[in-house]
């Protein structure tokens, strides 16, 4: 019986104690073994209590700044959003609603489905990861085992992963082989206890198939084994992929395992030294940097990340006291590595040993970083040194200093490098003049200005050229790039509708285009009613016990034609006649639906706090729900009244012909004129407002 893996801090609780689950009748899925914790998140359904309980507790500012960089702005929090590349931050949360809204892409939602989001979790999974962070006590009810096998089917890669790395962790500490052969080389390399179980370091067996008979005694399929990478066909029969070789499990920001690495121990020239996991659903090495879960909070607290080639320099530097420090894992940086970066810091320094293949392909990504307003710099060791043997020979304060004293940006880098390569050599020359010319266009210029001057002004004296020449070469750069976000957009707009185009008040001239307009803004109207409802429905309304109690006298949920803003519409009704008060915002944003939730996320978090800039030199001021909410309600009502008035227009339409009584007749035709002159009233008088403002992004 394998022992109790390593549980890490605020990741989901996983261990290795196995329990069968039982076979469902219905569905032919094959069975899988799962570990305990994980089969008690599948197999049971998290009382409402409970959720309740964990959402009252969440801090949304708190669980996401686990994750971001956040920044205060007014009420709010912004940042970079982590789920689109972006220069300028778009992602706003709100602590009093409990939502972040990214104005950008669009994603939205509470502190659950944030979790769901980063983490690629299940709504029961963000809910356990949720609970073992504010160590709360979840109370469960049993599932069915239908919904237990549906899960099982999503989960079995992840599963699978955390049953490996346990395996692979109780080999190195437990096996004959594991302690003579693995342990002997992480203590060559001077690694203690306390940093291999910190990382998860494991040892495969060089037995051919040992992991895979394990693996499958089980209860692991075959051809799952071979998904992950773990194992390989060979004519009809399965051996170990990392058969006598150390593992450097990879894993998520949470501490989920999401692959592995592996490096051979024996000497073998048709071997690779490294092998990781293949490309799956869990596992894209664009979008991973090893030791990011181990880093994140010291790259946070220190407001830098360190870069460095390879694993072993990752868990060198921590056993030495430099904590900050991600690798990525010898491939050129990518948009999602630096995207995970830029949610702690916007410095970034790789450390360059001088001859390591894995760091001159991360500087290839160099420019991109520049590009999202990244300060990059790069630091020369001493020669012969590297990140891990520096580190024990100097200590982590002394490491740390000369860091700080040898840093060079990447500009000067690239001149310094570029220049001696160069010699006498025109084309060469040319070619170098190009290169530093195109990272220059890629600071972003209204930012960092006078930077971008620097850097010209340095290069065009060091390359002995025109400086402007160099002015120009950087122009070019700049204006092709321009051109081609413009053509990429232009492609997009194609299939898109600016706020702009939806009808607005100045579309409503008479009652005759007024069935029109309302057809196509009917949607747009409904949720903003809701909003209306949900925002303010506690507040007072003169004649009406409050603002609830007048729209549930005024509207009538048949008039609200969307399905989702119906149900919403009603539920709000329901919750107020059972428990004689209105349900607060909260109800809604941490609904059991999740189209409720996000929904809610989406039309609740506004984005029009003014600037403060705007407020001292224009002096104005934020208007609050006290001043505005009269006008929203009143607006959103009129809305429905002219709604109601056309429906009951065409009703009367339709009766007047038929109708053979005189004196009946006479009443139709003044209750039609009636209605006509409302319906002008409202469309002239009033014209309520179809709402197109960036407040309510559909």
């Not at 982590?396 to 310094?416: G, S």
């Not at 009704?573 to 939730?597: A, C, I, M, W």
Request: hydrophobic share 35%.
């Amino acid at each position: 019986m394998l022992a109790k893996n390593y549980i890490p801090s605020h990741a989901i609780p996983l261990c290795l104690t196995y329990t069968p689950i039982p076979k469902s009748p219905i569905l032919s899925i094959p069975q899988l073994i799962l570990p305990s914790s994980i089969s008690r998140i599948f197999a049971l359904m998290i009382s409402p209590a409970s959720v309740k309980q964990v959402m009252d507790r969440a801090d949304i500012v708190d669980v996401i700044g686990q994750f971001l960089r956040l920044k205060k702005r007014g009420t709010n929090y912004q940042a970079n959003c982590p789920f689109h590349n972006e220069k300028t931050p778009s992602f706003n949360v709100s602590p009093s609603k409990g939502i972040y809204k990214c104005f950008g892409c669009g994603k939205a939602g509470n502190v659950v489905t944030f979790i769901q989001e980063h983490e690629k979790l299940t709504y029961p999974e963000a809910m356990h990861w949720l609970a073992d962070y504010y160590k709360i006590k979840l109370d469960e009810t049993e599932r069915s085992p239908e919904q237990q096998q549906h899960q099982l089917a999503e989960e079995a890669l992840r599963i699978l992963n955390e049953y490996a790395a346990g395996f692979f962790q109780e080999t190195l500490a437990k096996s004959e082989e594991g302690q003579i052969i693995g342990q002997s080389y992480f203590k060559q390399r001077g690694f203690r206890k306390e940093i291999i179980d910190k990382f998860r370091l494991g040892y495969n067996p060089e037995t051919g198939d040992f992991f895979y008979r394990a693996a499958i005694n089980k209860g692991y399929r075959a051809e799952l084994l071979e998904k992950a990478g773990l194992v390989k066909n060979r004519n009809d029969m399965f051996y170990d992929v990392y058969r006598g070789r150390v593992i450097f499990p990879i894993q998520s920001m949470t501490g989920r395992i999401l692959g592995f690495g592996a490096r051979i121990l024996k000497s073998n020239e048709k071997a690779p030294k490294y092998i990781n996991s293949p490309e799956n659903e869990l596992y894209n090495k664009s979008k991973v940097l090893y030791g990011m879960y181990q880093s994140r909070q010291a790259i946070g607290k220190q407001d830098e990340c360190l870069l460095v080639e390879g694993y072993t320099d990752v868990i060198s530097l921590h056993q030495g006291g430099v904590e900050n420090v991600v690798s990525s894992s010898g491939t050129s940086l990518t948009e999602d590595q630096l995207r995970l970066i830029g949610q702690l810091t916007k410095n970034l320094t790789i450390l360059y040993d001088g001859d390591s293949a894995g760091i001159k392909a991360a500087l290839r990504g160099l420019d991109m970083a520049l590009s999202q307003s990244f300060n990059v710099q790069l630091v020369l060791l001493p020669e012969g040194e590297d990140p891990d043997s520096y580190v024990q020979k100097v200590g982590a304060a002394k490491f740390h200093e000369y860091i700080k004293d040898h840093k060079q940006d990447v500009i000067n880098f690239r001149l310094h490098v570029g220049l001696k390569d160069v010699g006498t050599d025109p084309v060469k020359k040319s070619k170098l003049v190009n290169e530093i010319a195109e990272s220059i266009s890629r600071i972003n210029k209204a930012e960092d200005f006078s930077l971008q001057g620097h850097y010209i002004r340095e290069a065009s004296q060091k390359l002995n050229v025109e400086e402007t020449g160099l002015i120009n070469l950087v122009n070019k750069y700049i204006r092709e790039r321009v051109e081609n976000d413009q053509k990429n957009t232009r492609k997009a707009d194609n299939d898109y509708i600016p706020p702009e185009a939806m009808p607005g008040p100045d579309m409503y001239p008479g009652e005759e285009e007024a069935v029109a307009k309302v057809t196509t803004a009917d949607e747009l109207q409904e949720w903003q009613l809701v909003r209306v409802l949900i925002e303010y429905g506690n507040f007072e309304y003169e004649g009406h016990e409050n603002v609830a109690k007048l729209i549930e006298d005024r509207v009538d949920p048949e008039l609200l034609h969307t399905p989702l803003a119906q149900q919403i519409f009603r539920e709000y009704l329901q919750y107020l006649h059972e428990n004689g008060k209105t349900p607060d915002t909260q109800y809604f944003v941490n609904h059991h639906d999740s189209s409720t939730r996000t929904k809610m996320a989406n039309l609740l978090h506004g984005n029009v706090e003014i600037s403060k800039g705007w407020k001292d030199k224009l002096n104005i001021e934020q208007l609050t729900p006290l001043l505005v909410y009269r006008r929203d309600v009143d607006s959103s009502l009129e809305y429905f009244e002219l709604k109601k008035a056309l429906k009951l227009l065409e009703e009367l339409t339709q009766q007047i012909p038929l109708e053979n009584d005189p004196a009946r007749l006479n009443i139709l035709l003044e209750s039609h004129l009636q209605l006509k002159k409302l319906i002008r009233d409202i469309t002239h008088t009033h014209k309520p407002t179809v709402y197109n403002s960036n407040k309510v992004k559909f």
